[in-house]
């Protein structure tokens, strides 16, 4: 029925909510695990599939198609049997898009900005990248008041975009206990998204490399 392969790595956040939302389809895929340090993601057949060589990168049957969210979108709507994970009703459907792009341009970009420096030095970014950590949080929670779930009454591609986000700030223990609104989504997140328990794998996985990182810097 299916014939999907997902380039993709485990201790990506990105790929993390890709593989959730095919599990919350029901939809296979043949998993490629892709290793950027090895540079697998720059052979010619890799490039040919994405000129950009991220991952996670799907093809759907020859028909390519990278960056996490686009991923989710596009499975959703061939593959979903309704449009419950991403309703197809404009308002609803432009809050899902902006709770997407909040995630892209704040929320992952700062966990992006203040912890990947530790790949390369042993050390996180400086204090104002961290703030900015603090500030998308503070938004989330704000959109959380009163809300089960980040867009609208039930979970969708956004949740799940923005679940293996925090919980990747989890690997760097980050913690957002005082955000309490963010608690409360997180802990019903964990319970109502299928995939949940590989995508703490993953999470522990990178967490394990981040400690291993510092080790080898002899940082803390």
């Known amino acids: 029925l299916f014939n999907m392969d997902l380039y993709y790595s485990p201790l990506s956040s990105t790929s993390r909510a890709v593989l959730?939302?095919?599990?919350?389809?029901?939809?296979?895929?043949?998993?490629?695990?892709?290793?950027?340090?090895?540079?697998?993601?720059?052979?010619?057949?890799?490039?040919?599939?994405?000129?950009?060589?991220?991952?996670?990168t799907l093809v759907d049957n020859g028909f390519s198609i990278w960056e996490s969210r686009a991923i989710a979108v596009y499975l959703v709507e061939q593959y979903g049997k309704d449009d419950s994970l991403f309703p197809k009703d404009p308002k609803k459907q432009a809050v899902v898009n902006q709770r997407l792009q909040f995630d892209m341009g704040t929320l992952n970009e700062s966990f992006i900005k203040y912890y990947y420096p530790v790949f390369f030095t042993g050390k996180p970014g400086p204090q104002e990248d961290f703030q900015k950590i603090e500030s998308a949080f503070e938004y989330l929670n704000?959109?959380?008041?009163?809300?089960?779930?980040?867009?609208?009454?039930?979970?969708?591609?956004?949740?799940?975009?923005?679940?293996?986000?925090?919980?990747?700030?989890?690997?760097?223990?980050?913690?957002?206990?005082?955000?309490?609104?963010?608690?409360?989504?997180?802990?019903?997140?964990?319970?109502?998204?299928?995939?949940?328990?590989?995508?703490?794998?993953?999470?522990?996985?990178?967490?394990?490399?981040?400690?291993?990182?510092?080790?080898?810097?002899?940082?803390k």
Do not use: C
């Open 142 to 219: 704000t959109f959380l008041q009163g809300q089960d779930y980040v867009a609208g009454d039930h979970l969708t591609v956004a949740d799940i975009s923005i679940l293996a986000t925090v919980s990747t700030f989890e690997a760097v223990e980050f913690d957002f206990s005082k955000y309490q609104n963010v608690v409360r989504w997180y802990k019903n997140a964990q319970k109502v998204t299928p995939g949940w328990d590989d995508n703490v794998a993953g999470v522990n996985q990178l967490k394990q490399i981040i400690e291993a990182k510092k080790a080898e810097f002899g940082t």
């Open 20 to 56: 959730m939302t095919a599990k919350a389809l029901g939809v296979e895929l043949n998993k490629k695990p892709t290793d950027n340090s090895k540079r697998e993601n720059l052979t010619p057949e890799f490039l040919k599939l994405n000129p950009q060589h991220t991952i996670p």
